[in-house]
């Protein structure tokens, strides 16, 4: 069974590749397939670790209330990235501006959760709930197909972390 703080991981490395693609991209058509891709998964991540992840690293882990608000925030923030380049035309200034954005505050983002909250996750984590996540990770992802139903929407930190307490 998939452990999932390796599913993470693995759509973190899919991230880091969405990206330099997007670098290599040549033309907007390229551009905006790279992109619209990349942004769902992005938004489909932050979806299923809130549903999944941070429930129990929020109860669990040695700084798991810091670490989750911390991460929410950052869901939020990548968030408004995504819908600002969408409000720009694909190539533009302001569009790499926003794609740029996004970018920078997912590497912050990915550096902060492999280096504290899935180190802490693994530490309190029996192998056996890491494999029951994991598996309700694969069937979000299935259920959830391009994003459906997902509303995509900033929560506010620290009402989730005292929600999920």
């Given at each position: 069974m998939d452990d999932i703080t390796a599913l993470i991981?693995?759509?973190h490395a899919a991230f880091r590749r969405g990206f330099a693609r997007l670098d290599d991209a040549r033309d907007p058509a390229?551009?905006?397939a790279v992109w619209e891709?990349?942004?769902l998964h992005l938004d489909i991540h932050a979806e299923a670790e809130e549903a999944i992840l941070y429930p129990h690293l929020v109860k669990h882990g040695d700084d798991g209330e810091d670490e989750t608000a911390d991460a929410i925030g950052d869901h939020n923030k990548i968030r408004d990235a995504i819908a600002e380049?969408?409000?720009h035309e694909v190539g533009s200034d302001a569009w790499w501006a926003?794609?740029?954005e996004a970018r920078?505050?997912?590497s912050e983002h990915?550096?902060?959760e492999e280096d504290e909250a899935l180190p802490d996750f693994r530490r309190h984590a029996s192998v056996e709930l890491r494999a029951e996540l994991g598996a309700r990770w694969l069937t979000f992802y299935g259920e959830h197909k391009n994003g459906r139903d997902l509303p995509f929407r900033d929560k506010d930190p620290q009402g989730y972390v005292r929600e999920h307490r």
């Open positions: 991981l693995d759509d390229e551009m905006l891709a990349l942004a380049a969408k409000l926003a794609v740029g920078k505050e997912n990915l550096a902060e």
